[in-house]
């Protein structure tokens, strides 16, 4: 259960980090160089973060068995 | 039969990057092509026949995609603007990555057990495990992928400095995500004895997790969540 909730906060990360992704995109194509660079380290650090919860989440689900 | 069915994909993505755009332009601005670009567009299909029979990993997953790039590096109208603008072209792009994420997914699966020898000697549950790993990575990289092309063919600018500049930082985003945090910290453990008791031995104190740090951290992803809502519906 405790496993599953983690995986479920993991994929809104890494959706979250998806959207940030694609504001980068749409700066840079605007030519907004910093802003884009500037999301897409917000895009790294937010993926970075769901890779941690699906790493948590798998632990959980292999201690549990 | 699966030769059969990596011939076909093949085949097909080639004909989607080179020879129905090498039509449509033939139509459209009234392209000729001379015998060596014909040769050259006929390449990739020599590669993936040689590759099919000898089932060389980077026959198939590198030397094949790449063949490709001679022909549109040479006739440059075969990657023109003109094919792939407005919902059409967008439409018939999402189809090329598709085929191209299906030819990759099979050919993976053709080579898998030069790449992966330890996926036979271990028990069944291990290889299954092994394919659904790299279908999500497939899915991963196209999902940052695709997040990146968005940008590029929603955005209302048609300068393609800044278009080439967005597609390669999405390829480095790929790349980076996919190699410096999916694959150490994800994937190895998963295919790995050694690594993923290293992972539970650096993610230990998780099993003491309370419900006050799983309240937390839920309080922290809604509040990105809240904050990319907002955010938003500022831009």
Known sequence: MKSAFLMLLALALLGASLFFFYRSSGLLMSNDYLAGLLHLFVGFATIRGGVDLCRFAVVLHLRSR | ?235
Request: proline share 4%.
């Open chain 2, 1 to 235: 039969m699966h030769h059969a069915l990596l011939l076909g994909v093949g085949l097909t993505l080639t004909s989607l990057l080179l020879f129905i755009p090498a039509l449509y332009m033939r139509a459209l601005t009234g392209l000729e092509l001379s015998m060596d670009m014909v040769t050259l567009m006929s390449l990739p299909i020599l590669v993936l026949l040689i590759g099919t029979i000898t089932k060389r990993a980077w026959l198939l997953l590198w030397l094949f995609p790449c063949s490709h790039l001679l022909a549109l590096a040479v006739i440059p109208e075969l990657s023109s603007h003109r094919l792939y603008q407005g919902v059409e072209g967008l439409g018939a792009f999402g189809v090329l990555l598709l085929v191209a994420g299906i030819y990759f997914s099979t050919a993976l699966r053709d080579t898998e057990p030069q790449h992966h020898t330890f996926a036979s000697s271990k028990a069944p549950e291990e290889g299954i495990r092994l394919v659904s790993m790299s279908t999500l990575t497939l899915l991963l990289s196209g999902a940052i992928l695709t997040s990146f092309l968005l940008g590029i063919f929603l955005e209302p600018s048609n300068d393609r400095l800044s278009a080439n500049i967005t597609a390669l930082a999405g390829l480095l985003t790929t790349w980076i995500v996919l190699g410096r945090f999916w694959y150490p910290y994800f994937i190895r453990p998963m295919n790995d004895l050694e690594s993923r008791k290293t992972m539970i031995q650096e993610v230990l104190f998780v099993g003491r997790i309370t419900r006050q740090q799983l309240t937390f951290s839920a309080i922290i992803v809604a509040l990105t969540l809240s904050m990319l809502l907002v955010f938003n519906s500022i831009m």
